[in-house]
């Protein structure tokens, strides 16, 4: 829904980090995928840790908490699907440049609260 998406990781010191996402597609109701642009500390926790939490929102403000484990990839098929979605050479209106990588989400267990 174009909506911004945080996502929290756990740094290697074990502490949380919380980043924003906008360039994300479902792949089914179980995987989602997120374009690597502008993430520094994101992906370097992933390599650590791959649990992972994710809280958006609909427009009447019900939001998700989606409980998950991710998997960061360099190629292959969902990192062309992202390049060509989201930047197709050139920056996008939401600021997206060429990916560095793609997270692949797999939703393990999801909450919704108002």
């Known amino acids: ?9 756990v740094r290697p010191n074990n502490k949380p980090n919380l980043a924003i996402v906008t360039n994300i597609l479902v792949i089914d109701k179980n ?5 690597v642009n502008e993430m520094v500390n ?21 939001g998700l908490r ?8 360099t190629s292959g098929k969902y990192y062309k699907l992202c390049e060509d979605t989201f930047y197709n050479g ?4 939401s600021g997206a440049t060429k990916p560095k990588g793609v997270l692949i989400i797999t939703i393990e267990e999801l909450e919704e609260y108002k």
């Open 90 to 93: 050139k920056v996008s209106a």
């Open 31 to 35: 995987k989602l995928v997120i374009s």
């Open 1 to 9: 829904n174009k909506r911004p998406t945080h996502i929290a990781t």
């Open 66 to 73: 989606l409980f998950g484990k991710a998997n960061l990839l």
């Open 42 to 62: 994101t992906p370097n926790n992933i390599k650590n840790n791959p649990y992972v939490v994710l809280t958006t929102f609909n427009e009447n403000y019900v």
